[in-house]
């Protein structure tokens, strides 16, 4: 059974950071891309960002250069590190891990919030 367990949400001030965790189980985690996905109310989910098996980054331009992901192999997690947060980074942020259309999995997400 395929499980991912985000954590690292919350409340923040403007121009504060969060780091964002999601450990994986169930799945040979180093073959999968792993990324983050986010939901703003009234919003379509959007990728943030995502890391290939390969360790290729791919991020959204509107955190370019502001959000850092990272994978641990040994740890089956991937990070998220978000400095600089502003306002319009509050959503729901989601997991995923994805290898193939049959493989394809989502964390249960975690709410992050900027407000002052």
């Known amino acids: 059974q395929v499980q991912l367990v985000e954590s690292g949400g919350g409340l923040v001030q403007p121009g504060g950071s969060l780091r964002l965790s999601c450990a994986a189980s169930g799945i040979i985690f180093s073959i999968y891309t792993v990324g983050w996905y986010r939901q703003a109310p009234g919003k379509q989910r959007e990728l943030v960002a995502a890391i290939t098996s390969r360790f290729r980054i791919n991020y959204a331009d509107s955190v370019e250069g502001q959000f850092t992901i990272s994978r641990d192999n040994n740890k089956y997690t991937v990070y998220l590190q978000m400095n600089s947060l502003r306002p319009e980074d509050t959503a729901v942020y989601y997991c995923?891990?994805?290898?193939?259309?049959?493989?394809?999995?989502w964390g249960q997400g975690t709410q992050v919030t900027v407000s002052s």
């Open positions: 995923n891990v994805h290898y193939g259309p049959a493989s394809d999995y």
